[in-house]
Each structure stands twice: as structure tokens, then as C-alpha cells.
């Protein structure tokens, strides 16, 4: 109580400023970035969106409702707070107050003018969420939640995109570290949701372990029930494991017991065929057949591998089923094939000719004919999707995604194998999702893609696998972050690896390992790689293989033995010359032994050394002055520049922090490189992969180009040139691609040279490879696709042939001999592309058609607009009146962006020439 006047004074003047900051409070927003706090209210009352936004008044708690399945517009945004927030230069405001209503586009382009930040870039995230931008949004939060791993908007946005990538285990995961953090509203949802997940993804691989064991029990014990209801909700999993409980049958009785599934199975998925095939067996002799099924039952029970001698025995006893069964058990499918196939036609039974129809593609794939095993897939899919086999089908859209990822078509291999993870989730089919994510994991990898890659292996681990399978996870793990320059974690993975109990030390484990060992030596380690060597040349012979453990052998030595690790390194190089270029693992080892020595000279500051072992890896000349040399190993890398005095300055980086893919050209060739190269008329670039086919190496004001080959140019003009053109190409209708602009010459152009035209469907591979033989221009106006077949580069797709094939790929261009050294023009998109790929060849056409005897090729990185056909005449002109390729590019590259900023395409047109 106040016991005095004065005291009461004091209070009030006390209390008075109180009530007017109060009152003032209760007048000014509040925490909502200078707008009124009934804005921020409005915008959650009617967000919708899942995403998490860091902006606090965005970020509240809101729980979802429905709206009855309508989508329903949000009402404008009051542009008078927007004009407020944009004052006040408050961005992230402004785009969370768009994200909020799920106006995504909006709200990224006010994101993309700030600058990177943690709370930034998990917005920006959700933007790429909203647009299915899985992969970009991962590589967004992974870079957040590395800095700040308690960052609760970035763990809850991982979750929803792990959750849409169907990574389900690690999007439960995820979601109990957002609960952990015990938020309100936020914590109890990302809980449920956690619990939602796991339980409905481990629920289909309860289903169909299940159908897998109750059909397995009918091997162990006669009395065991038939699964029929399994069979009604997993077909696909019964039906494979029913014909091994047919084959080891020991009776006619116990076969005929069999009969009510397959009856049931026939009306489930169609046909007659499994009911035909009981009735087949119960007619055999089992006397005769008797112990012969007893042996089969054995083996499938061991899951082991039937020796040779059995499977030959059995093939003359005339049971043909059982021979069937062991030769798919024994993976000797395709050294049988034919009568595996003759087998299949007696019996019509449909879902046996589908998995044949996938070994026939893989057995053209082993012959190089990969056109047929493409054409094969695709019509075995469409007569499975036409019938009820859907198991089959997912087993095929897999091998057609393998296909393309062989292929190095790696867009086209992930869209089929995300397909048929999708399928198999839909029919409980789990050992196909497990399939799928194990391609998925190296496709991602071969995409440089390293998050997706490592989320992928996470999911199969929390999956549990192939239980029991430790080592496989680890040494995915470990080669992915060696590839995404994160050592220690690799290095971390790699030893886990090494002590899992199934452990097989392959190649991948002692090329990860030598490439690790040079950063954390530790005395143990020459024993541990000598150990991983011995296993990987016990397990695989072939000559690939021993090359490309001579390469680690001398990879590990550099650093520490280095006349060892150089006189190693120069043999794999020898001994890889001497295999045929379709031995991918050889190839590889060359190519890795020639990026170690190169970037191990800049190491030492060797810099002449580096040009001249980047000519010879170029089978070129080492250029006397004006030249680059570029080479990319990992985290090394090194520039040499070679002026027009011939004076030399390089550059060695020894500790590169991020993929060569994701760095810009003037970390890899610095400004002092550049600055040595001032005053030449035109540069020479000895590059291979990765650095092969980059285009922004130099300035484009320099004319530059890269080099390959020592083809002597013939003289251009002469009464001996001929001119071809391939156009109006009719694609294959299974790549559904747009039909291109009829070509047509110039009017105004007198055509000195023999023009062949071809068009139309007499535009065939045959056919262009025939005319280009002794053409001294070739210009080809066609649909290009950017990938490569045995490691090389981008396709031109033309008109099929007879047998199907369509492709003018890398590997059919290098066989060939271009007698009149051509001027080659490729205006098809991306003809030219590098991808942004693990590959060690230098991934494009241009450089087949060089090792053909081109004299040089232009080609386009990327995808071109129509009229891009008068940019390569334009360029085509100039080099006829004289000028030198790079100097004719630059100058109609000058020309085009000087007319319309919107050509900046021509930036991307990559020149390849032979040296004089």
C-alpha cells in the first residue's frame, strides 16, 4: 500500500510511460516485419503447403485441414504490405509471405536476391520441393544441416522430400529429429508422421516376406497350407517361388497337390499356364525323376549354386523344367539360352518368356547390339503391361533403366528404374524395391548426384538390406564421398566396409583406398592394399581387371615410392593400350593413370612434363607456344599455360573443397594462367576428361580449341570436295522427339562443292557412315540425345534401319576412316555435351570423329534453337573464306550476340581440331 501522496505521485509519473508503450504496442506489428500482424494471420490461416518457412511469422504452427479435395485460389496478397515489406528491403518476408500461399515461383525469385544463408537456403529448398526438384533441394538442406544439424525448418523439409522420393525409412527418421526437438504443434505432427511412415512401409515388406515363406514352407513340409490368400495379395512373389516347389516335387502326388494355387494363380493373372505345367510334372516318371527333384530342393533350400556337372546331367535326363530351374539358379541363363528359349516355346507359359525376353536383351547388350535390347524391352513391356503380370513388368522397366545407365542415358535410366520402384511399391513387391534402389544409388552416382546417391544407400540400410550385407552400403558410402571430396567420412565408410564379416574387398575398396591413403597415411595401410589386391585378382581374372589393379598398385605408390608409383602407372597405361577400347575397366585405368602422372607433375612443378604427358595421352603434338593444358584427379588439379614466347606458368591446386562439375572454370585456370596467354592469335587446349568439352575455360572474346590427333588438314575448295547433309531425319517413334525443320541451302550461296543430301528415311546410320567416308564437309541437322555407349559421348539420333538400329553413336564413329578429313558440323542439340558425370572418356562425338580423321567438328554442349542451322553456316562461310575455325567461331558468336543477347547458347559451341 502507498502510505503517502508524494508516493502516489511517483507511481503515476512510474506507471504513465508504461501505459503509452502499451498502448503503442498494441498499435505497431509486431515480429512481422513492419506490416500488421492481422497480414501474417491471414496468410497461415489459409496456407496449405507442407514445407516449413524460416520466417518466424511464417513459421507458426498451423495445423492442415482439408479442403474437400477443391483447390481453392488464395486471395491476393495486399500489395500495401507488400509495398511495406519491400521498403523495409525485406525479402525473406516478402517470400514467405508468397510460400505461404503456395505461390512458390513468387516467392523464389524474391529468394534468389539474397544472398546464401542457412534460413535462406532451406527456403529456397521448399521452393524446389514444390517443383519436384528433388535433387536440388536435397544438396540445399544436406548443405544446411551439415553446418546446423538441429536447423528444425531444414529437417523438416528433408524429411518431405526424403518422404517424396519415396526414401520412407530416412523420412521417419528425420521427422523424430524434428520431434526431438519438442516444438509445439510441430513436434506432435512430425511424430505421427514418422510413426505413419515406418509403419506402412515395413507393413509391405511383412506382406511380402510372408508370401515369400508361406510359399517357401511348401519345400520343408507337405502339410504346410497352401498360401492362396498370399497369392491374391502378392502374386508376383508366390508365382516366382512356385515353380521351385513344383520342380522339387518328389511325387506325382505332391505335384498334384500343388494344383489348387496354380489354378489359383492362373485366374489371378491370366492363362492356363501354371495349371498345364502341374499336370506336366505329375505325368513324369518319378522314379526316374524322383531324386533328381529331391537334389533341386536341396539347393534352393542351401540357396546354393548347382555345379556345372549337375546342370549338364540333368539337362540330358530330358526334365526340362529342372534343368530350366538350375540354370537360372546357377546365373547361367544366357550360356543356355537357346534352350531356355526352345523350352519357352514349347510351353507358352508367358511369365517364363518375359524373364527370357529380358536375357535376350542382355545378351545383345554383351554383343554391342544395344539398339535391339532396347527395341526387345520395350515391346516385352508393352505385352506385360497388356497382360497381369506386373512383377515381370517392374523387372523389366529395371533392366531397361540398367540398359540406359550402361548407356551412360542416365535421365532415361533413372526415369524407368523410379518407375518401376514406384510399381513395386504399389504390389508389396519389396525385393524389387531393394532392386531398384540399388541401381538408383549408381545412377545418382554416375550423375554426380552424390546426395541423392548417399540417401539412396542410407534408405537400403534402413530397409535392412539383403540381410545379412554390411559391406555393400559401407562401400557405396565410401566411393560416393570420396567422389563428393569428403575424406574423412569416406574414409570412415571404407573401414567399416573392410570389417563386415561378408567383406570381399573388391575393386571398388582398393580404388577408394589408395585414393584415401594419401591424406591419413597410416603405416597399416601398404598391408591392407596389398591384402584387397589379392582378393580382387582371386575373384576377377580377366584382363581388365589386372590392369586395373596395377593402376591402384601405382596409384597408392606415388606418394610414397614415387619412381615406383610412375614406372607402375606408365605399365597400366602400356598394357591397357594393348586391350580392345570395349574393355571399360582398362580404359578407365588408363585414363586414371594418365590424371595421376599429369597432375602429379604439376604436384612436383614439372610443368613441361604436364604438356607433354597431356599430347601424348591426346595423341598430339606439344605445342612450341600459345597452349593450355588442363587436367582434373579428384581434389588435384593443375593449368599450365604455355605463351606466345613459349614461357611457362601453372598452377597446381592440391586440395580441391569441391567436384570439378560444380566449379567455375577460374578455379581450375586461374586469372595469372589467363594473363600468360595474352597476345596469341588462338590458344591449343590439351584437356581429357572431366575437363574435356568445358567451354568456359577460356574468354570467349580468345579464339581457343581444343586439340586431339596429328591428321594433317587437307587444302579446303578444291575440285575434290563433296558436302554431306543429313536432315529431315525420321526418329524412332519410341523416343517420341519432335520432327525437325526441313534443311535448305542459303539462296544466295554458290555451292562449289558435290552436294549429297540425305533425308527421310534413307537418312539411316548405314547410310551416313557410308557417304561420310570421303566427304570433306559433313553437316548433320538431327535430334541429338546426350548420352554415350561403352563410356563415350552423346548420340545423334537418325532414321532406324532394318534391324532397328538408329544411333550414330561415339563407339561406330571412331571405327570408321574419314579419308577426306571433314570439316564436321553437328547442329543437334547437345552433340557436343560433357555431362556432368563420374565417366573417365571424354564424353562426346566430337572426339570420335576426330580419332576417325576429322579435321574438326563443332558441336553444341547444349540444347540449340532451330535457327542455329545459320549460326553453323555462318561459321561454315567464314572458315571457306579463309579464316581458321576458332577465329570463324568467335567472330559469328561476336555476330549473333552483337543482334540478340538471347543467343547466348553460342557460348556453348565447342570446337575440337587436330594439330598441324
Known amino acids: ?136 533441394a536435397l544438396q540445399l538442406l544436406d548443405g544446411v544441416l551439415a553446418s546446423h544439424p538441429r536447423h528444425a525448418q531444414a529437417l523438416w523439409n528433408r524429411a518431405l522430400v526424403l518422404r517424396d522420393m519415396g526414401l520412407t525409412m530416412k523420412a521417419a527418421e528425420t521427422f523424430e529429429k524434428v520431434a526431438a526437438l519438442g516444438e509445439q504443434g510441430w513436434s506432435r505432427e512430425a511424430r505421427a508422421h514418422a510413426v505413419t511412415l515406418r509403419e506402412e512401409t515395413m507393413e509391405r515388406a511383412r506382406k511380402w516376406r510372408g508370401a515369400r515363406d508361406a510359399t517357401l514352407a511348401l519345400l520343408e513340409d507337405s502339410n504346410a497350407p497352401l498360401p492362396l490368400q498370399e497369392a491374391r495379395q502378392s502374386p508376383g512373389v508366390v508365382r516366382q517361388h512356385f515353380y521351385d516347389v513344383v520342380r522339387a516335387s518328389p511325387s506325382k502326388e505332391r505335384a498334384l497337390s500343388l494344383m489348387p494355387l496354380a489354378r489359383e494363380l492362373d485366374r489371378i493373372q491370366g492363362g492356363s499356364s501354371l495349371g498345364d505345367y502341374v499336370t506336366r510334372v505329375a505325368a513324369r516318371d518319378f522314379a526316374r525323376r524322383g531324386q533328381l527333384a529331391k537334389g533341386y530342393a536341396e539347393l534352393v533350400r542351401k540357396r546354393a549354386t548347382a555345379p556345372e556337372s549337375l546342370v549338364e546331367s540333368v539337362r540330358a535326363s530330358g526334365e526340362d523344367d529342372l534343368f530350366v530351374g538350375l540354370a537360372l539358379h546357377n546365373k547361367a541363363a544366357l550360356r543356355y539360352l537357346p534352350d531356355l528359349l526352345a523350352r519357352g516355346q514349347r510351353d507358352q507359359d508367358s511369365w ?128 560416393t564421398y570420396y567422389l563428393a571430396l569428403r575424406p574423412e567420412a569416406a574414409r570412415a565408410s571404407l573401414d567399416a566396409a573392410a570389417a563386415c564379416p561378408e567383406a570381399t574387398l573388391d575393386l571398388m575398396y582398393g580404388a577408394t583406398f589408395a585414393e584415401l591413403s594419401r591424406a591419413t597415411l597410416d603405416p597399416k595401410d601398404v598391408e591392407r592394399l596389398r591384402h584387397a589386391l589379392d582378393v580382387a585378382r582371386a575373384t576377377n581374372p580377366m584382363p581388365g581387371d589386372a590392369v586395373y589393379a596395377r593402376y591402384i598398385e601405382g596409384r597408392f605408390a606415388l606418394d610414397r615410392e614415387h619412381a615406383r608409383g610412375v614406372e607402375l602407372l606408365t605399365q597400366a597405361i602400356e598394357d591397357a593400350r594393348k586391350l580392345p577400347s570395349s574393355d571399360t575397366l582398362a580404359r578407365e585405368a588408363w585414363t586414371l593413370s594418365y590424371s595421376s602422372l599429369v597432375t602429379d607433375a604439376g604436384r612436383t612443378g614439372d610443368f613441361a612434363r604436364v604438356l607433354e604427358l597431356m599430347a601424348g595421352q591426346l595423341g598430339t603434338q606439344v605445342p612450341k607456344t600459345c597452349a593450355l593444358a588442363a587436367a582434373v584427379h579428384n581434389e588435384r588439379s593443375v593449368a599450365v599455360a604455355r605463351g606466345p614466347g613459349g614461357e611457362l606458368v601453372g598452377d597446381y591446386q592440391g586440395d580441391r573443397k569441391a567436384p570439378f562439375a560444380d566449379s567455375p572454370s577460374t ?81 544466295d550461296e554458290p555451292e562449289p562443292a558435290a552436294l549429297e543430301l540425305l533425308t527421310g ?156
Open 667 to 747: 578455379q581450375l585456370v586461374p586469372e595469372p594462367v589467363r594473363r600468360a596467354l595474352k597476345g596469341c592469335p588462338q590458344v591449343e587446349v590439351l584437356a581429357w576428361a572431366p575437363v574435356f568439352g568445358r567451354t568456359d575455360l577460356l574468354p570467349s572474346d580468345l579464339p581457343w580449341s581444343f586439340r586431339m590427333g596429328k591428321a594433317a588438314a587437307p587444302s579446303v575448295g578444291g575440285a575434290a570436295s563433296r558436302r554431306l547433309v543429313v536432315s529431315s531425319v525420321e526418329a524412332p517413334s519410341l523416343l517420341q522427339l519432335p520432327r525437325l525443320p526441313t534443311w535448305t541451302p542459303p539462296a
Open 1 to 136: 500500500m502507498l502510505k503517502s501522496a508524494s508516493d502516489k505521485a511517483w507511481a503515476v509519473a512510474l506507471v504513465a510511460p508504461v501505459l503509452v508503450v502499451t498502448f503503442l504496442l498494441a498499435r505497431t506489428p509486431s515480429g512481422g516485419g513492419g506490416v500488421e500482424p492481422r497480414f501474417w494471420a491471414e496468410r497461415r490461416a489459409v496456407a496449405r503447403i507442407e514445407a516449413r518457412l524460416t520466417y518466424p511469422e511464417a513459421d507458426r504452427y498451423r495445423p492442415r485441414v482439408s479442403a474437400g479435395g477443391c483447390l481453392v485460389p488464395p486471395e491476393p496478397i495486399p500489395l500495401k504490405e507488400l509495398a511495406r515489406l519491400e521498403a523495409d528491403g525485406n525479402w525473406a518476408g516478402i517470400a514467405a509471405a508468397y510460400g505461404l500461399q503456395g505461390e512458390w515461383n513468387q516467392a523464389g525469385s524474391f529468394l534468389a536476391r539474397m544472398s546464401s544463408s542457412p534460413d535462406r537456403d532451406s527456403d529456397l529448398a521448399a521452393v524446389h520441393l514444390s517443383r519436384g526438384a528433388h535433387e536440388q
Open 761 to 916: 528415311s534413307d537418312a539411316t546410320p548405314s547410310r551416313v557412315l557410308s557417304s561420310m567416308s570421303d566427304a570433306t564437309e559433313i553437316e548433320i541437322h538431327a535430334h541429338g540425345i546426350s548420352d554415350p555407349v561403352l563410356s563415350d559421348a552423346s548420340l545423334v539420333v537418325l532414321s532406324p534401319e532394318g534391324n532397328g538400329r538408329y544411333a550414330l553413336t561415339a563407339d561406330i564413329v571412331r571405327r570408321q576412316k574419314l579419308a577426306g578429313s571433314p570439316l564436321v558440323f553437328l547442329a543437334a542439340c547437345s552433340a557436343g555435351r560433357l555431362a556432368s558425370t563420374t565417366t573417365h572418356e571424354p564424353f562426346s562425338l566430337p572426339a570420335a570423329f576426330i580419332e576417325a580423321g576429322a579435321r574438326a567438328v563443332l558441336a553444341s554442349t547444349v540444347d540449340i534453337p532451330d535457327a542455329a542451322g545459320r549460326f553453323f553456316e555462318g561459321v561454315r562461310q567464314r572458315i571457306r573464306g579463309g579464316a581458321a575455325p576458332a577465329v570463324a567461331l568467335r567472330d559469328e558468336r561476336n555476330k549473333w550476340l552483337a543482334r540478340d543477347a538471347r543467343n547466348s547458347w553460342t557460348h556453348h559451341v565447342l570446337l575440337v581440331e587436330t594439330s598441324d
Open 352 to 479: 517364363l518368356n518375359l524373364f527370357l525376353e529380358r536375357e535376350q536383351a542382355r545378351k545383345e547388350m554383351a554383343d554391342g547390339e544395344w539398339w535391339k535390347a532396347e527395341q526387345r524391352l520395350f515391346n516385352a513391356l508393352q505385352r506385360c503391361r497388356e497382360g497381369a503380370f506386373s512383377a515381370r513388368c517392374v523387372e523389366l522397366e529395371v533392366r531397361l533403366g540398367i540398359l540406359y545407365g550402361d548407356l551412360r542415358r542416365l535421365t532415361e535410366a533413372e526415369q524407368h528404374v523410379r518407375t518401376a520402384w514406384s510399381w513395386a511399391r504399389q504390389l508389396h513387391e519389396w525385393e524389387l524395391e531393394l532392386t531398384s534402389l540399388e541401381v538408383l544409388v549408381h545412377i545418382s552416382r554416375d550423375r554426380s548426384d552424390f546426395s541423392s546417391a548417399l540417401a539412396y544407400v542410407e534408405e537400403w540400410s534402413a530397409r535392412g538390406g539383403r540381410s545379412p550385407n554390411c559391406y555393400w552400403p559401407h562401400i557405396n558410402q565410401a566411393h
